[in-house]
């Protein structure tokens, strides 16, 4: 034989050279779930190891994922009963607790990328994205209320919007409504391709943002998300994210939706983001914990998948930990 592939995996220092990816903290941003109270750490239950936290808990977490070399993190709120209403009134809130802890983390942590989340479901009664009017989400009433939320977050510092609501149009709107309110500089990160996934599980624990039963409204967000069977859905969506002005286009999940983060990678020059959402760390979380895989190669292997796919930033759960097995 006069070709064989193995001359170039015989050794580490060889491997290293020919190596086509390489996965570095700096792809990694990791989430964050806020509570009202200060100095809280409750666990999140169904996902092993994440904890919904106050601010001063926050701070800490942030400065040891910082010290770690993380720089990049998404922040969700847990927002109690009595601040939901129809409309989500409470995003922009003078008192709205995600909105002061976004200024102090900003204030102590300059320097890092802050990512918001956008949409309804944290802060309505109903507990969908958008708002509900005679049995529909309605797409064009929710846009405003998705532009206020976002300029509140712009003001208290957040780096990258996130609208992850699916609404048709939100992201022009959004844009629109940065910039009239001098917000050129703040950008979005597009959730472009939001699966109707069943892989959200612990998400919703975390933050109780599951959809309510109501009267003549479905209970769960396909009418919205998109449909797992679909892919060329996945193409326009992109294309009119990125027309609309977004910075970065995100798919979510990830692992189940390795081939739509690689199409979106191909068609579009703007950096591709992927959720490794909830359901698929808990996944590999228990298999670990039964010692049917090994916690650190696996998951490492996992986000090394979704960074050969095409992404160029990865949202999860196992962000910190990565960091410390790398830490140099």
């Not at 941003?29 to 190891?49: A, C, E, K, M, W």
């Not at 009433?141 to 609404?167: K, R, Y």
């Not at 844009?175 to 959730?191: E, N, V």
């Not at 919205?224 to 009119?240: C, F, I, K, S």
Request: proline share 6%.
């Amino acid at each position: 034989m006069l070709l064989r592939p193995r001359r170039n995996r015989q050794s580490s220092a060889i491997r290293s050279m020919v190596r086509e990816t390489e996965l570095t903290v700096g792809h990694l941003v990791q989430p964050l779930f806020l509570i009202p109270d200060p100095n809280g750490r409750l666990p999140v239950t169904s996902l092993p190891g994440t904890f919904r936290l106050g601010i001063e808990q926050v701070l800490k977490e942030v400065e040891e994922c910082v010290a770690l070399g993380l720089q990049s993190f998404m922040m969700f709120p847990a927002v109690p009963e009595e601040h939901k209403d129809k409309t989500g009134t409470y995003a922009t809130a003078a008192d709205n607790f995600y909105l002061e802890a976004a200024r102090r983390i900003k204030e102590k942590f300059p320097d890092i990328c802050l990512i918001s989340d956008v949409a309804l479901d944290p802060y309505s009664s109903d507990g969908h994205d958008g708002v509900v009017i005679n049995g529909k989400i309605d797409n064009d009433e929710t846009l405003p209320l998705l532009d206020a939320m976002s300029v509140a977050q712009a003001q208290a510092g957040f780096d990258l919007i996130g609208p992850s609501d699916m609404m048709d149009g939100r992201v022009g709107s959004i844009r629109r409504a940065l910039d009239a309110a001098g917000y050129t500089d703040t950008g979005i990160m597009a959730y472009t391709a939001k699966y109707a996934s069943a892989f959200y599980g612990p998400f919703r624990d975390a933050l109780d943002s599951a959809p309510r039963a109501l009267e003549n409204v479905p209970t769960d967000k396909k009418t919205y998300q998109m449909d797992p069977a679909n892919t060329r859905e996945a193409l326009r969506e992109a294309a009119l994210d990125a027309a609309e002005g977004a910075d970065f286009l995100m798919v979510k999940p990830a692992l189940n939706y390795l081939d739509i983060i690689y199409r979106l990678h191909a068609a579009h020059p703007l950096p591709i983001a992927a959720y490794h959402v909830s359901g698929e760390c808990a996944m590999l979380l228990a298999a670990a914990e039964r010692g049917w895989l090994d916690y650190q190669q696996a998951a490492s292997e996992a986000l090394l998948s979704i960074r050969r796919a095409g992404a160029s930033a990865i949202i999860t759960y196992f962000a910190k930990d990565f960091a410390k097995w790398n830490v140099r």
